[in-house]
């Protein structure tokens, strides 16, 4: 062979594109995969449970037409080795015979709060008052049933002071954190208002893992986030919006089940539990013993197989104090009763499930889906007859594509979400409660202090609608919402302090925000966005019968490059 044709074949060797990619969660790209699932384009990898490494989209032939970004370099793997006489035996038939490649990013965000912090599905960004920047870069490396991904996130939180609700923690256990910093609402959530006086960094391992996976099955251990569920925005059991976690994770990938010998296809299952260790902020309490807690998780997914649209879900998470780790507290999770949470007596356990439903219709472009919860159990089955809302909480969404003149695409969506607690508290029940609380785990649904499930925290309500319009080299998305941020509080502490005046002083958040997505280069992206952050009564506080405003301006720019 000659010079020029060994170089040739080693270039080739080195950087074959392959036509499948992994995304992060809430990336660019994965939205747009998202969008061009909705019709087909694309399948979706995931039935329910999703991470960066589950998260594996795969082309064949694209309709040009309906793959609008289809010149972008949206990111690929690359094909490093491969071996020229593979093993053919049922072993080898499930792993890749070969190793490939991804480099992630590098992406740079860069945030500003004008009035106070705003900001959510960002992992172990907080964003805060005045500047926010975050940096993340990565590789990933798989071959053989082998998998290792570095993609860390390095950020910076100016933490500008700004005036807040005074918090409902007093104390020598909370001096000087939570009583100065901490959460206003119920309490026994770590969640503080303020991260400290002062500017800090916040280094996090992001997507950063060890797997190994054989056929469907698989088991990882690291610290990539979670997203639970079809919700977009704010799903209710678990999402990206705090920090990861260290975490071991085993289960199946999405699989289709066949009759054997017949070769009947009989839908397509996801199961996948995992357990992991969640950490308190540095502004919660003094107490050094009760830093960590576990979560034990379970997601089992079902697709149908005379209506493939259609797919149900179940996932449950059950959190223990880690000093007290058992075999009650790694394996209760996986018993199909929802009880009490009590070992020897004690009620030492704070146990939420979901069900979903995602109804795809591709034909149309038409997607619908719903995620119910509940956060506590009840005695028997009679109580969820009488009763079924004792402490439930729902996300509720649909979206649609539609067709635009000059050959753009475009999609709107709708998220309702509700976490208000259930009329029975305080009133049939003598005491009340918030969805991501619970008396015994005193930080809550919770890791470094910001929330493990939706984004708009306990005890509130959402209402959102977007419109995204997509063009060759980029987007533009237009949005609207309405929330209110802890309705929990207004009930069961502002009433109580304030009678009829607590009814004038709801808190309540009204946003306006466009974006804009453009592409100098096929691989070189650049995003800007402005939110208008309307807030009613920041400080739960009215004048009179009228709301008193602070208004918070949101800008972000982020950069991003792909390889």
């Known amino acids: 062979m000659t010079k020029k044709g060994i170089l040739f074949s080693l270039i080739f060797f080195f950087f074959v594109s392959l036509s499948f990619t992994q995304e992060a969660l809430k990336s660019i790209e994965e939205d747009y995969y998202d969008f061009l699932s909705l019709n087909g384009t694309v399948a979706r990898p995931t039935l329910g449970y999703k991470t960066l490494s589950d998260n594996i989209w795969e082309f064949s032939e694209i309709d040009s037409e309906s793959h609008i970004w289809s010149n972008l370099n949206l990111g690929s793997n690359f094909l490093l080795w491969q071996a020229s006489s593979p093993v053919d035996n049922w072993f080898t038939r499930g792993i890749e015979q070969s190793l490939t490649a991804k480099v992630y990013g590098p992406e740079w965000v860069n945030s500003y709060n004008t009035a106070s912090p705003y900001g959510q599905n960002d992992g172990g960004l907080w964003q805060g008052c005045g500047y926010n920047t975050a940096f993340t870069a990565g590789a990933r490396l798989e071959g053989y049933g082998f998998e290792a991904t570095f993609k860390p996130q390095v950020s910076w939180m100016q933490n500008r002071e700004y005036e807040y609700i005074k918090p409902n923690y007093t104390g020598e256990t909370y001096k000087d954190k939570a009583e100065k910093y901490g959460y206003y609402g119920v309490t026994s959530v770590d969640v503080p208002q303020r991260f400290g006086d002062s500017p800090f960094w916040n280094f996090d391992w992001g997507d950063s893992e060890i797997r190994y996976s054989l056929y469907s099955f698989t088991v990882g251990f690291g610290t990539q986030s979670i997203w639970l569920g079809p919700a977009k925005l704010n799903p209710i059991m678990h999402s990206n919006n705090a920090s990861s976690y260290p975490k071991l994770d085993i289960g199946f990938r999405k699989t289709e089940l066949k009759m054997p010998y017949w070769e009947w296809y009989l ?297």
């Open 267 to 563: 839908g397509s299952i996801e199961l996948r539990g995992w357990w992991g260790k969640l950490t308190e902020s540095d502004w919660f309490d003094n107490d050094n013993t009760n830093d960590n807690t576990l979560i034990s998780g379970l997601s089992i997914n079902y697709q149908l197989p005379f209506f493939r649209d259609l797919t149900f879900g179940l996932n449950r998470t059950m959190l223990s104090a880690w000093k007290n780790m058992s075999s009650y507290t790694l394996f209760k999770i996986y018993n199909p009763s929802i009880s009490s949470g009590t070992s020897g007596g004690k009620d030492e356990s704070d146990q939420r499930v979901s069900f979903t439903i995602d109804y795809n219709i591709k034909n149309a472009g038409f997607e619908v889906y719903l995620e119910w919860a509940r956060n506590d159990f009840s005695p028997n089955r009679d109580y969820y007859i009488r009763y079924p809302f004792h402490t439930a909480g729902w996300t509720f969404g649909t979206e649609k594509t539609f067709d635009l003149p000059w050959n753009l695409k475009g999609a709107f969506l709708l998220e309702l979400t509700f976490l208000e607690c259930s009329a029975d508290y305080d009133r049939l029940i003598s005491w009340y409660s918030t969805f991501y609380a619970h008396h015994e785990i005193k930080q809550g649904y919770t890791n470094n202090g910001q929330w493990l499930g939706a984004g708009i925290g306990t005890g509130g309500n959402s209402q959102y609608f977007g419109l995204t319009v997509y063009y060759p080299r980029g987007s533009v998305l237009l949005f609207m919402q309405r929330r209110n941020p802890d309705l929990d509080y207004s009930m069961y502490i502002d009433s109580r302090a304030n009678g009829t005046q607590a009814e004038k002083n709801i808190r309540a958040e009204l946003n306006f925000g466009i974006s804009g997505l453009y592409y100098f280069t096929d691989s070189f992206n650049v995003q800007l966005q402005y939110i208008l952050n309307n807030q009613h009564n920041p400080l739960n506080v009215a004048s009179g019968n009228t709301s008193i405003h602070r208004y918070n301006n949101y800008i972000n720019l982020s950069l991003s490059y792909k390889i």
